[in-house]
């Protein structure tokens, strides 16, 4: 990691260190103090936060740097493995024939999201098809196929029936020749149990390889109840932070991440198949803080 990828608050908090041979405890407090401000910003969870502070500090006055490494690069190098260690690896995705399914919010971003990766997919030679569940909110039926349209990828929907569990069974055999099948579920205002019931009977008729969590960047400290919810109902495999072009962070993800025991898959940027990313770490980290 370059020091450049660092908020410039934080940078010269670190570049006080400069010189020095040996770390204090004053001087520690001053960089944490710096990431706490930060991330605390960007909405991750303010427990997270003190894990966080706690381990940098405790390795930083502990651990013995190695020979020849100044006290700023040896303080550096642990505020950014412990990033790492907070935001995690990217969710492994092997580029092979699978099936994923989508859970998430109301306008958490899983239709957008359902089309991104399945044009994403298609970059990488296979053959993607989307299947459309969503049989509550008007339009999803449009909006699912016109975006497939538009990524240039197979899709199953079915607007005149109204159970769920039927349009994904149906949706399954109809795209058994595409690679990789991406299931979106419909979303609700807030988790009840009809929600659940849901998406649990979608998931047993699915069976998916994996189940990744939408959620918008701008959702707050409410991302670790709602994971804990789906964990429960499905198991979440991957997160997926949608929106990350607007001025949210997308740092309550974060509580999403932990709580499930899961990483974070991909980040949507913007409306078109195309806004997407997959998740790394340091670029991650550098939005975070900067
Ligand atoms: P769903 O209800 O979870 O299926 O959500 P949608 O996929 O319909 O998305 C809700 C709204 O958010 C739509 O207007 C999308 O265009 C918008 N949206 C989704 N992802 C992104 C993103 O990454 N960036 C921006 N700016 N808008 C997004």
């Known amino acids: 990691m370059v020091l450049d990828d660092l908020g410039s608050s934080l940078r010269g908090a670190l570049d006080d260190l400069r010189g020095k041979s040996r770390i204090d405890e004053e001087d520690v ?48 190098r642990i505020v950014y493995e412990e990033l790492v260690e907070l935001v995690g690896e990217s969710t492994e995705l ?18 957008t999201t359902a089309a991104k990766m399945a044009w994403w997919f298609s970059t990488k030679g296979l053959r993607p098809a989307i299947i459309q569940t969503d049989t509550d909110r008007p339009g999803a039926y449009d909006q699912a196929e016109q975006m497939a349209e538009r990524a240039e990828v197979d899709f199953y929907g079915d607007p005149d029936e109204d159970d769920p569990v039927t349009i994904a069974r149906e949706g399954l055999e109809e795209t058994r020749t595409a690679d990789v099948r991406i299931v979106d579920t419909a979303g609700r205002d807030g988790l009840n149990e009809e929600l659940i019931e849901q998406i649990e009977r979608i998931e047993r008729e699915v069976n998916p390889d ?4 939408v959620l918008d960047a701008a959702m707050g400290q409410s991302a670790k109840s709602q994971a804990a919810d789906f964990q429960e109902a499905i198991g979440i495999d991957g997160v997926v932070i949608t929106k990350l072009d607007g001025t949210a962070k997308g740092g309550g993800a974060l509580a999403a991440v932990d709580e499930t025991d899961s990483t974070i898959a991909f980040l949507g940027t913007g409306e078109t198949v195309q806004d997407i990313e997959r998740f790394e770490p340091s670029g991650f980290i550098s939005r975070l803080l900067g």
């Open 29 to 76: 407090d001053a960089v944490v103090k710096e990431i706490q401000r930060s991330l605390l910003q960007a909405d991750v969870d303010v427990d997270l936060v003190m894990d966080l502070s706690d381990r940098i500090k405790s390795r930083a006055l502990d651990e013995e740097p190695p020979a020849g490494t100044s006290a700023r690069d040896w303080v550096l």
């Open 94 to 111: 092997p580029l092979e024939s699978q099936t994923i399914m989508l859970a998430g919010l109301y306008g958490s971003g899983k239709t």
């Open 210 to 213: 994996r189940n990744l969590l």
